[in-house]
């Protein structure tokens, strides 16, 4: 059975910093991007970062190259993404997905608000 699992977020103030965690089981997570996407409220999820299965490749949304980055542990089926300098505009549920050929796999998301 396949469990895709967000922790980390939660409250910071603006300029603060947050690691959201992903803890993946039940497929090859070293077979599979491993990509972060966001949701704000009223807004289309839209892809913050992803990361190659292997680690070597990434790519980062515009707005957070910089900020953000993105790493995986294939040893413990783990994906991170460091969120450093947040801003209000930061602030959406977030959600960790799997990706390899047609397959995606999906969290049920951690909410980050970025508020003083």
């Known amino acids: 059975q396949v469990h895709v699992v967000e922790s980390g977020g939660g409250l910071v103030q603006p300029g603060g910093s947050l690691r959201l965690s992903c803890a993946a089981s039940g497929f090859t997570f070293s077979s599979y991007a491993m990509a972060w996407y966001r949701q704000a409220p009223g807004k289309e999820r839209e892809l913050v970062a992803r990361?190659?299965?292997?680690?070597?490749?990434?790519y980062y949304l515009d707005s957070v190259k910089g900020r953000f980055a993105i790493s995986r542990d294939n040893a413990e089926n783990t994906v991170y993404l460091q969120m450093h300098s947040l801003k209000p505009e930061d602030t959406a549920d977030y959600y960790c997905?799997?990706?390899?050929?047609?397959?995606?796999?999906w969290g049920q998301g951690t909410q980050v608000t970025v508020s003083s």
């Open positions: 990361i190659s299965s292997g680690g070597s490749s990434t």
């Open positions: 997905n799997a990706h390899r050929w047609t397959v995606d796999y």
